[in-house]
């Protein structure tokens, strides 16, 4: 009787593996911007509502919206000109970007769909030599918010989330043990950690192309980088966190990127 109980058990946890996995690995879709196969369940339209209706609880974690008009204008038309000019122009989302008003925390950061937030305390660090805002810098910091954005990584990693959460249940289920639920989660935590990477490196590569292409001096990412390096012995910095690639590594690849974009764009 326990075998046979505990072989059913198993018959259900493998059948809500593979339905998991049929739904998570059949709902492809090609980026219509980047060209590029992804894994996503929501639609951009879904997207866009998500990330309006999370846009001013996400605001409020991080000082609320920054009263001071001239630098928001500032911020909006960077933010407009990069995606006018790019291949951000292609994609469906209507972008908006928002200055919070946290002096303390360097950070930068984008809600699928198109809401994009960058700190007082990050944007008063972007300066060239002479003191002034660079505008280069801050077109390199929403550059590559702009394409997490495009890339889809909100709704990927929110697609992978619901995939694991179901492969955890289904742990459960097989052996009726917690510890292999909670093993199932580390793994789930251990993915997400490696992609998280992997979409850092892929914003750094399309951010400088969006760069380029609005007419922005690409090399200053660079100089975002070592704010970031010089930052980072401080507050806890979510978009630049310790799971993330060091500003060395992204250095190199951003080098790459730049020489690689100019001679695709023929710059
Ligand atoms: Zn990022």
């Known amino acids: 009787m326990r075998r046979k109980r505990g072989g059913g058990s198993l018959i259900i946890a493998l059948a809500i593996v593979a339905f998991a996995a049929m739904r998570f690995f ?19 339209e879904q997207e866009i ?4 209706q999370s846009r001013d609880q ?24 990069l995606v006018r000019m790019s291949d951000a122009a292609r994609s469906p989302y209507p972008f908006d970007f928002h200055v919070l008003n946290d002096p303390k925390t360097v950070n930068a950061f984008a809600l ?51 995939f694991f959460q179901t492969l955890t249940g289904a742990a459960g289920v097989a052996t009726g043990n917690a510890s292999s639920q909670q093993m199932a989660q580390m793994v789930a935590n251990f993915v997400s950690m490696s992609y998280g990477r992997k979409d850092e ?5 399309w951010g400088v192309k969006y760069m380029i292409q609005a007419g922005y001096d690409p090399s200053q990412m660079v100089k975002v980088m070592q704010v ?16 993330h690639p ?22």
Not at 26 to 44: D, F, I, L, W
Not at 71 to 77: A, E, M
Not at 228 to 243: D, I, R, V, Y
């Open 26 to 44: 059949g709902s492809t879709s090609v980026n219509p911007v980047t060209g590029k196969t992804e894994r996503v369940s929501m639609s951009a």
């Open 49 to 52: 509502a998500l990330g309006l």
């Open 58 to 81: 996400m605001a409020q974690q991080f000082g609320g919206l920054y009263p001071d008009r001239e630098t928001q204008l500032y911020i909006d038309q960077i933010g407009e000109r």
């Open 112 to 162: 699928p769909g198109g809401q994009i937030f960058i700190t007082t305390a990050l944007l008063t660090r972007l300066r060239e030599a002479n003191g002034s805002i660079s505008e280069d810098q801050v077109a390199g910091v929403l550059g590559h918010e702009i394409a997490h954005v495009i890339e889809r990584h909100g709704a990927e990693r929110m697609a992978e989330q619901e």
């Open 201 to 205: 490196l892929e914003s750094d590569d």
């Open 228 to 243: 970031l390096k010089e930052a980072s012995g401080g507050t806890s910095q979510p978009e630049f966190s310790s799971t």
């Open 246 to 267: 060091s500003p060395e590594n992204r250095i190199e690849q951003i080098n790459f990127s730049i020489q690689k974009w100019n001679s695709e764009l023929g710059r």
